[in-house]
């Protein structure tokens, strides 16, 4: 059932608490700290996945909480052209904007809970850039980037891009109303998100208001992954602390909780995807399964055939 409105107010379907009598709660294996960093050409990221195996995090390989920073005017950063091939880069803008285009005609502005998938495929060139206007005045910028991997059967499909709209999120609630989740791709309880994925995968942000509990069904075929992207809150039948910049691992199981700090919010970005199984060979932009194929990347790559900067294409904005 989608969303309806009713007399102005906006229904959302609700997702139902496992039943604890015939699910099994996924249990904490791990919470991590996210190191700070600078990404592209110098902006403010957490490296979410830092510390935890490859093994752990398949089918994701890397992702960055860019912000949540107020830019002074001038501030802005974002990343000149750059090449990838192999897996797929999925961003996510919540607060602010950001422009992108590339070497196949993908390309847009992705602003306030727009979601930009960008499958690289067999070899790609792209820009992400604050948009002039951003540079000039500075302001509030959050998001994130998220590196999915492509199995060796999809590693050389031609790219593609998909612009999914903030209006296009399916919307959800909790079983007592109390958090919001937005799905973004992929399925959770029946209900999908608008992104086309190329392995089974879910993606969603929830937002729980301060106390509010978040009971959630999560194929046990998954594996899952919870990162703070504000606020604080627990997790767990051991309620594990958790706060801004934690990412959770979870055991297994098919059902996970978590719970904001009586007092504040707390906003997660929940990740989960069937393990693509496959050795991973990741070396800068390009994410392969052997040393040999990230060596034939470089050689293309130099070589030209990754196709070429369009002629008036974005550059990055100077003052
Ligand atoms: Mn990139």
């Known amino acids: 059932m989608p969303a309806v409105t009713v ?4 229904v959302l379907p609700r997702i139902p608490t496992p039943d604890p009598a015939t699910s099994v709660e996924r249990p904490v294996r791990s919470v991590t700290t996210a190191p700070s960093g600078f990404e592209g050409e110098g902006f403010p990221v957490r490296r979410a996945f830092a ?15 860019m912000g949540e920073v107020d830019y002074a005017p001038g501030e802005p950063r974002g990343t000149d052209w750059h090449p990838h091939r192999g897996f797929e880069t999925v961003t996510y803008i919540i607060d602010g904007v950001f422009q992108h285009q590339d070497s196949h005609g993908g390309g847009g502005v992705i602003a306030n809970g727009a979601t930009q998938w960008m ?21 509030l910028f959050h998001g994130v980037q998220l590196w ?12 593609r891009y998909q612009n999914l709209e903030a209006d296009q999120v399916t919307l959800l609630a909790s079983d007592d109303g109390g ?11 029946g209900h999908s998100g608008p992104g086309a994925t190329s392995t089974p995968i879910t993606i969603a942000h929830a937002t729980l208001s301060a106390g509010a509990r978040l009971s959630l069904p999560w194929r046990s075929d ?15 039948r051991d309620h594990s602390p958790i706060e ?3 990412l959770v691992l979870f055991g297994r199981g098919d059902a996970m909780t978590l719970t ?12 989960g995807g069937r393990p693509i199984g496959e050795p991973v060979a990741a070396y800068g932009p390009f994410v392969m399964n052997t040393r040999a194929e990230i060596q034939q990347a470089f050689e293309d790559f130099n070589a030209g055939r990754f196709g070429q900067i369009p002629a008036n294409g974005l550059r990055p904005y100077r003052r």
Request: avoid cysteine; proline fraction near 6%; aromatic fraction near 4%.
């Open 148 to 159: 999915v991997n492509l199995p060796s059967k999809d590693k050389m499909a031609s790219p």
């Open 179 to 189: 958090a919001l989740v937005r799905l973004i791709a992929g399925g959770l309880d």
């Open 244 to 246: 801004r910049g934690q």
């Open 222 to 236: 998954f594996n899952a992954l919870a990162f703070v992207l504000d606020g604080a809150g627990t997790v767990g």
């Open 51 to 65: 510390g935890v195996a490859l093994t752990d995090l398949d089918p994701f390989i890397h992702m960055d909480q």
């Open 260 to 271: 904001a700090h009586p007092t504040r919010t707390l906003d997660v970005l929940l990740l």
């Open 7 to 10: 007399d102005n107010v906006l």
């Open 119 to 139: 499958t690289a495929g067999s070899g790609i060139l792209h820009i992400e850039t604050p948009p002039e206007e951003l540079v000039i005045s500075g302001g």
